[in-house]
């Protein structure tokens, strides 16, 4: 695993641990969706897509938008099972 694929893992899990609660909901998710990729031979691939996911969320509530969690599980749900 890279430097820069931990840090991403990381910062997944401190966007799990902050005090606004939709950008905490979509760092579990991401957190949840780690778990899931624990045995894939392109894990650090997955992991930044992981990431860019949560952030694109955050970013988005910290910029007054809405955001829809359950669409991003999904699509990442779906690239995790396309991965070997």
């Known amino acids: ?3 820069i694929t931990k840090q991403y893992e990381q910062d997944i899990r401190d966007y799990a641990q902050v ?6 909901e979509a760092g579990r ?3 949840s969706m780690l778990w899931k990729i624990s045995s ?5 691939s997955l992991i930044s897509s ?7 969320l955050a970013d988005s509530v910290e910029w007054g938008l809405t955001i829809d969690i359950p669409k991003a ?3 990442l749900e779906k690239e995790i099972a396309r991965a070997s």
Do not use: C, F, L, Q
């Open 19 to 24: 005090s606004e609660p939709k950008i905490a």
């Open 73 to 75: 599980r999904e699509e």
């Open 40 to 44: 894939k031979s392109s894990r650090d």
């Open 29 to 31: 998710m991401g957190e």
């Open 50 to 56: 992981i990431y860019y996911k949560v952030k694109r």
């Open 1 to 3: 695993m890279t430097e």
